[in-house]
């Protein structure tokens, strides 16, 4: 037991001798801005116009001027636009607009400028101008808009670091120096990025080691789980060791359960709702002033279940769960056995674990998680595909072996009942390993959960193991398995435990099946397809006249795809993709084009379709585009059009 001691406090020392105590925060871009207050009860415009150089060091080096308007409380977004989609990257200095709209609901204008990665950055000359009550725009006077109030450590008189209030004073890898080189007056402001890779702003360079932690941690837990079995739990006296393992077990796998449910429990997050508010702000404070991680911790739902805060959540409830277990051995040192607590804890992981998969297992039997191969996918290089994009498009191939592995999930639900239990841990374990696996390999970041669930199910088998091997590797007769007991329970608790149960299975199920069949109606791919399905080669493409042949051009189209009802993907000649929602009316034959569904910089596309042609022309950004496409035959995509064949004389690999 000391030696175990020793080895969580040498863990925990590493991880507070790794850490910085530097407060800035590190990562790939800076910004600075500055606000007015506008008012007013009509439409109107205005514009923010400044003028940029950027000396960049690679082809990630560019910078945009920014605005956006800040809405009175509940009346929503205002205008944003930060040339995300035109960035600037010209080594001369050049004005550059960006125009919006303010209205009733405004009620702040905050504009600046941003930029990306390493290189130097100049900004100069900065205007705000609003339309008047006759159209008409007007100048707003602007503190130090030229930069003549020299930089001091870092901060520009009378501007702000940042985009809004809570924003840090200082970004590590950049730094703001007053410059000569100006266009307006005697200074510039020159931003200098430096020292920025993949890994900035990221924990990896504060913890180089960070894998190694992680996979300490996720095997100390393993043991501390599994010496909860030791001795049997079906004596009436357990083993020291064993006891210890099983306080540990029962407040992380709580804890987990609790703050990384993901779903499972019906409406838990609902139920849990402070308590994981509480945790979103303990844990990026316990990284900062415990870890010294300099970066700011992102805590809302992005898509990955294995962020910095998620392992903070992990190393939070492993700590304490350690120290629980430590003090509740030393308060409750006389119990021999905690069988009623046993009970109590694999029916909550027997839940968790079988519910999840249930769900997991249904976007399967019907094919949601894994859809077919997109256009996208299909016309992209191998060599581009992510490990993770690579995997989706494998597994979404095949609706058949979807199939499969949603039926194998789905049969974790014998884990709902206790009879079945190591039916059910032994199949539901070769499914989750499988899943673990493919997140591991594959780089999906949902390592965290299917991590837990092998954990849990290990946790779950381990009681019968030695008969489970016993039965499979020898000729030895097996007694029965075991089957955990449950507590003695009054009529109606034992009447209610059962409703309840009953209502969890037919939640899982029923309105599982009901809600994938919902969405099955939206994203299978057999509902309506767009009047212009498919890919369109551009053949001609002009701009205000000239004909565009540049293929390293940006604003070149090199094809369009419309596949979904609603939406347009756009590949320029640099390989870049653009995403659009589309407003289609098929009988004036134009689609209104807007990103992300902002009206703010939307233009009509006219086309013309003639057979496999398809002829277009729009106005954007004060240009007229028109160009000349034809529609892309399907039987070029050998991926779904080889078919199954029962014979082959030889191998068709390409």
């Keep these: 037991m000391k030696k175990l001691y020793f080895i969580l406090f040498a863990i925990l020392i590493s991880f507070s001798l790794s850490g910085q105590t530097v407060k800035e925060i590190s990562r790939d871009w800076v910004s600075f801005s500055q606000k007015i207050e506008v008012k007013t009860d009509s439409i109107k415009k205005f514009k923010v116009i400044a003028s940029v150089k950027v000396e960049g060091i690679d082809e990630k080096s560019r910078a945009g001027i920014w605005a956006r308007v800040d809405n009175k409380p509940e009346q929503g977004r205002g205008f944003f636009d930060n040339m995300g989609n035109r960035p600037i990257t010209a080594n001369k200095w050049e004005s550059y607009t960006i125009v919006g709209r303010i209205d009733s609901k405004s009620e702040e204008i905050n504009f600046g400028a941003i930029c990306y ?13 609003i339309e008047d009550d006759n159209g008409e725009y007007q100048p707003v006077k602007l503190d130090n808009a030229s930069f003549e109030n020299k930089v001091v450590n870092s901060a520009i008189p009378n501007w702000s670091n940042g985009i809004g209030r809570a924003e840090p004073t200082r970004i590590r890898e950049f730094t703001f120096n007053a410059s000569e080189d100006a266009i307006d007056g005697a200074y510039a402001i020159v ?53 210890f393992g099983f306080r540990f077990s029962f407040i992380y796998f709580g804890l987990i359960i609790f703050f990384q449910n993901n779903g499972a429990y019906p409406f838990f997050d609902f139920l849990a709702k402070k308590p994981l508010e509480l945790m979103q702000k303990f844990a990026p404070w316990f990284g900062e002033h415990v870890l010294g991680i300099p970066f700011k911790i992102a805590t809302g739902p992005n898509g990955s279940g294995d962020t910095t805060f998620d392992y903070l959540v992990v190393l939070i409830i492993f700590i304490t769960a350690v120290l629980g277990a430590l003090i509740w051995s030393v308060i409750d ?285 729009f106005i954007t950004e004060n240009d007229t585009i028109s160009g000349k496409t034809k529609r892309m035959n399907d039987d070029a995509l050998l991926l779904i059009n080889r078919g199954f064949n029962w014979i082959s004389e030889r191998p068709y690999n390409r």
């Design 333 to 617: 040192r006389k119990r021999t056995s905690y069988k009623k607590l046993y009970y109590w804890l694999t029916t909550a992981m027997r839940y968790y674990v079988g519910l999840m998969l249930i769900s997991y297992g249904l976007v399967k039997v019907i094919q949601l998680q894994f859809p077919e191969p997109s256009f996208y996918r299909l016309l992209q290089p191998y060599g581009e595909s992510s490990p993770m994009g690579l995997a989706w498009t494998f597994l979404g191939f095949s609706e058949g072996y979807n199939m499969f592995m949603g039926i194998a999930e789905v049969l974790a639900g014998l884990l709902l009942f206790r009879r079945t239990q190591t039916l059910g841990a032994i199949i539901t374990l070769m499914t989750a390993m499988n899943v673990m696996a493919v997140n591991y390999f594959f780089d999906v970041p949902v390592k965290i959960l299917s991590t837990h669930l092998v954990l849990m199910t290990l946790f779950l088998l381990s009681r019968d193991i030695k008969k489970v091997m016993q039965f499979l590797l020898t000729n030895n007769p097996v007694e029965r398995l075991t089957v955990i007991k449950r507590p003695k329970l009054k009529k109606w608790l034992d009447v209610s435990l059962k409703v309840l149960k009953g209502l969890v299975i037919a939640y899982a199920l029923g309105y599982g099946f009901y809600n994938v069949l919902d969405m099955n109606k939206q994203y299978n791919p057999d509902v309506p397809k767009p009047e212009l399905y498919g890919v369109y080669k551009v053949k001609n493409y002009v701009i205000n006249n000239d004909t565009i042949t540049n293929y390293k051009n940006d604003r070149l189209w090199k094809t369009i795809m419309f596949e979904r009802t609603g939406s347009v993907q756009i590949e320029t000649m640099n390989e870049k993709r653009i995403s659009y929602k589309v407003e289609i009316d098929s009988i004036t034959k134009k689609m209104k084009f807007s990103k992300s569904g902002d009206q703010s910089d939307a233009f009509d596309f006219n086309y013309t379709k003639t057979g496999a042609n398809l002829d277009f022309n």
């Design 191 to 243: 931003i200098e990025g430096s020292g920025i890779d993949n890994n900035t702003g990221t924990i990896k360079p504060f913890y180089p080691n960070i894998g190694i932690y992680i996979a300490i941690l996720f095997l100390l837990i393993f043991v501390l789980t599994l010496i909860t079995n030791i001795s049997s739990t079906e004596e009436d006296k357990w083993s020291k060791l064993g006891s």
């Design 117 to 129: 990665n390493n290189g130097k950055f100049y900004f100069d000359k900065f205007e705000l101008y």
